[in-house]
C-alpha cells in the first residue's frame, strides 16, 4: 500500500513474547512479498519472503502468513528480542509486468521492552 | 564485506546545486535499484538496471533526476537543480537478477541522506 504520514504504526511487546506484524498489499496481482528489517540510520534488511502459490512460510523464528483472499500479509516472530526492535516493512512485486520494483507499505515501528 | 555501498553517506547541499550520489553493488549482481525514504516512509521505487539498461525508470519523478550505470556495475543518481522537497534517504539496492524466478532478493545499502537547504 501508499505509505501515508509521519507516524507509524507501533507494536510495543515484551522481551520473550510471540509479535505479529501485520500489513495490507494493495495489488492482487502481486505474486513476491518480503519483509525487510530497518534500524534507525540502516537500510532495509531482508528477514524473508513468499511466492504467492505458498500460505505459509518459516525461517528462523519468523514465519510469514500470505492471505489472497483478503490480501494481507504477516510476520510472526517468536521469542522476541531486544535486537528485534526496529521498523518492519512489507513489500510487493509483480514479477511479470513490473520486474524488480517492490512497492513498500508503511511500516510498522516494533519496540520490545527488555 | 561484500554488501552494496553506496557514498557520501551524507550530503548537504543548496538549493539548485547539482548531486551525484554513488552506489556500489554486491560483486556479480546484475540487477541494481534505486529507492528514496521520505521520513517516517517505506522506500519509493525510482528506477531500476539490468545490466547496462535502465529496465524501469517509472519512479524517477522529473527530468531532474538522472541515473547511469556505464559498465553495468557501480551506479550514480544525478540529481540537478536540486529543491528542497529531494531531501530524503536514497536507499540503493543489488539483486542476482532481476524478476527471474530464484534468488533475486534486493539486498539495500545503508542510504545517503541527502538534505538540500
Known amino acids: 500500500g501508499e505509505s501515508v504520514g509521519l507516524h507509524l504504526p507501533t507494536l510495543s511487546v515484551q522481551e520473550g513474547d510471540n509479535s505479529i506484524i501485520n500489513c495490507a498489499y494493495s495489488?492482487?496481482?502481486?505474486?513476491?512479498f518480503i519483509w525487510y528489517k530497518q534500524e534507525s540510520g540502516k537500510g532495509p534488511q531482508f528477514i524473508i519472503d513468499?511466492?504467492?502459490?505458498?500460505d505459509k512460510r518459516q525461517g528462523q523464528r519468523v514465519t510469514v502468513l500470505l492471505n489472497k483472499t483478503v490480501k494481507h500479509l504477516s510476520l510472526q516472530i517468536a521469542a522476541t528480542q531486544p535486537g528485534d526492535s526496529a521498523v518492519y516493512f512489507c513489500?510487493?512485486?509483480?514479477?511479470?509486468?513490473?520486474?524488480?520494483?517492490?512497492?513498500f507499505g508503511q511500516g510498522t515501528e516494533l519496540s520490545v521492552k527488555p | 564485506g561484500a554488501g552494496v555501498s553506496q557514498t557520501p553517506s551524507n550530503k548537504v547541499t543548496e538549493k539548485g546545486k547539482y548531486v551525484e550520489l554513488r552506489c556500489d553493488p554486491i560483486?556479480?549482481?546484475?540487477?541494481l535499484y534505486w529507492y528514496r525514504q521520505s521520513l517516517g516512509q517505506g522506500p519509493e521505487f525510482l528506477i531500476y538496471?539490468?545490466?547496462?539498461?535502465?529496465?524501469?525508470d517509472s519512479g524517477l519523478p522529473n527530468d531532474r533526476f538522472f541515473a547511469v550505470r556505464p559498465e553495468g556495475s557501480v551506479s550514480t543518481l544525478k540529481i540537478q537543480r536540486t529543491e528542497r522537497g529531494d531531501s530524503a534517504v536514497y536507499l540503493c539496492?543489488?539483486?542476482?537478477?532481476?524478476?527471474?524466478?530464484?534468488?533475486?532478493?534486493?539486498?539495500f545499502g545503508p542510504g545517503t541522506r541527502l538534505t538540500v537547504l
Open positions: 539496492a543489488s539483486s542476482l537478477q532481476a524478476a527471474i524466478r530464484g534468488t533475486d532478493t534486493q539486498y
Open positions: 495489488n492482487s496481482a502481486s505474486d513476491y
Open positions: 513468499i511466492r504467492s502459490n505458498m
Open positions: 513489500a510487493e512485486n509483480i514479477r511479470k509486468d513490473q520486474g524488480g520494483k517492490l512497492i
Open positions: 560483486s556479480g549482481h546484475t540487477a
Open positions: 538496471f539490468q545490466g547496462t539498461g535502465a529496465a524501469d
